[in-house]
């Protein structure tokens, strides 16, 4: 959690805005974003349980300033889009990814 007199970063910032928005559509952000380390070994074996989400990997010593170490999108276990550097990207990524699964299986 960042200290109210620390100034967090853009990435973060974000991210706490659409975990707040999960939460005000009354769905836990937990399901949708997922957090790992970078030492993490058991984050495949977690993938594999997803339909659909998002990854974070954060270094394993990080404070709020630092940069993530990997962002990626998850659909049916599978991560198929992955060393995304920008939420906002990832997340603009993730609304076209439904949108067009959506609109091939209807």
């Known amino acids: ?5 620390e100034k967090p ?6 991210l706490c ?6 939460v005000y559509l009354n769905e836990d952000p937990e399901d949708l974003v997922k957090t790992y380390m970078d ?3 058991g984050a495949e074996k977690e993938f594999e349980k997803v339909v659909l989400g998002v990854y974070i990997v954060e270094h394993q010593h990080a404070d ?9 999108i998850i659909i049916d276990g599978i991560a198929v889009l ?3 550097k920008h939420i ?14 959506d609109q091939r299986f209807r």
Request: glycine share 6%; charged share 20%.
């Open 64 to 72: 709020a300033s630092d940069s993530l170490e990997d962002f990626g």
């Open 1 to 5: 959690m960042v200290a109210l007199e």
């Open 17 to 22: 805005i659409l975990k707040a928005l999960c």
């Open 88 to 101: 906002p990207t990832g997340w603009a990524l993730l609304l076209g990814l439904i949108y067009c699964l």
């Open 82 to 84: 992955q060393d995304l």
């Open 39 to 41: 030492a993490d070994v």
């Open 9 to 14: 970063n853009i990435e973060t910032r974000l």
